[in-house]
T-cell receptor
């Protein structure tokens, strides 16, 4: 089955800097890659997703890139703000009901 | 706006007790999921259901069972709770896509279960 690895497990940046979180996956048939943000004590919420027919997607300060050949995808947050502090999860899926999550990255943005 | 609710935010149970966790979604989603979330392990799938009365095992089904009698409701049952089932339990739902493509999963707020 699919195996998703996520790095780093913790990331600390200064406000205004960029943050990059990387995930690798094992199943070449995976075709959907969402990113979730989970603030302390709250539910995971989708922040951006990408499908395998696209190499990059951007939404304001957040972007995701996908390299299907290397089987990795990354989340990029630019101009980080303290409210970006949270745990971020990547996931990979090949079908309706087969989503595998990374272990999570705890991002801390220092003011 | 998708709404997924869970019956309890916090629950304390004793070893051996039978525990019911309920999840309800109001978006007519076909798929529903139960995950447990543990530090350093991310979200691990316990069970999922793609239709009423249908269920499939996830990666860690041992010690758990599920019930889906109505489309909007998916219950997770711990037949005999053990201390290693202390965890955060998250329910999620998504549309079922006829093309097979994965749809976004929407999560409930979670139930933090402590088994003593």
């Amino acid at each position: 089955g699919e195996n998703v690895e996520q790095h780093p497990s913790t990331l600390s940046v200064q406000e205004g800097d960029s943050a990059v979180i990387k995930c690798t996956y094992s199943d070449s048939a995976s075709n959907y890659f969402p990113w979730y943000k989970q603030e302390l004590g709250k539910r995971p919420q989708l922040i951006i997703d990408i499908r395998s027919n696209v190499g990059e997607k951007k939404d304001q300060r957040i972007a995701v890139t996908l390299n299907k050949t290397a089987k990795h995808f990354s989340l990029h947050i630019t101009e980080t703000q303290p409210e970006d502090s949270a745990v971020y999860f990547c996931a990979a899926s090949r079908s309706n009901n087969d989503m595998r999550f990374g272990a999570g990255t705890r991002l801390t943005v220092k003011p | 706006d998708v709404k997924v609710t869970q019956s309890s935010r916090y629950l304390v149970k004793r070893t051996g007790e039978k525990v019911f966790l309920e999840c309800v979604q109001d978006m007519d989603h076909e798929n529903m999921f139960w995950y447990r979330q543990d530090p350093g392990l991310g979200l691990r799938l316990i069970y999922f259901s793609y239709d009423v009365k249908m269920k499939e095992k996830g990666d860690i089904p041992e010690g758990y069972s599920v019930s889906r009698e109505k489309k909007e409701r998916f219950s997770l049952i711990l037949e005999s709770a053990s201390t290693n089932q202390t965890s955060m339990y998250l329910c999620a739902s998504s549309l079922w896509s006829r093309g097979g493509a994965q749809e976004t999963q929407y999560f409930g707020p979670g139930t933090r279960l402590l088994v003593l």
